[in-house]
């Protein structure tokens, strides 16, 4: 009945731009801190992004100052605006959604930077 769906995934150049969505269901959204995660191939899947209900964010260092998170409550989506793209963003990327001891996942969407 939980349902993270994610969007936005593809190819895209060096440089470029992306916007993933995550469409959740089945959940009080506004009460739960939502987040994106990635994971690339051989690596342990690492937070990119959250924010929560009151609006704090906190970013992985590698992309501060390139991406930023945004939810929007009525719409029960949660964005990842990725800029200045660079082939290390190379990943599945998977939305969180997590309040107390719930914690739900997407199926991941494939970002791929390169030339």
């Known amino acids: 009945q939980v349902q993270l769906v994610e969007s936005g995934g593809g190819l895209v150049q060096p440089g470029g731009s992306l916007r993933l969505s995550c469409a959740a269901s089945?959940?009080?959204?506004?009460?739960?801190?939502t987040g994106w995660y990635r994971q690339a191939p051989g690596k342990q899947r690492e937070l990119v992004a959250s924010t929560t209900r009151q609006g704090s964010t906190n970013y992985a260092d590698s992309v501060k100052g390139r991406f930023t998170i945004s939810r929007d409550n009525v719409k029960r989506t949660v964005y990842l605006q990725m800029n200045s793209l660079e082939p290390e963003d190379t990943a599945v990327y998977y939305c969180?959604?997590?309040?107390?001891?719930?914690?739900?996942w997407g199926q991941g969407t494939q970002v791929t930077v390169s030339s």
């Open positions: 969180n959604a997590y309040f107390s001891s719930n914690d739900y």
């Open positions: 089945g959940i009080p959204f506004v009460l739960y801190t």
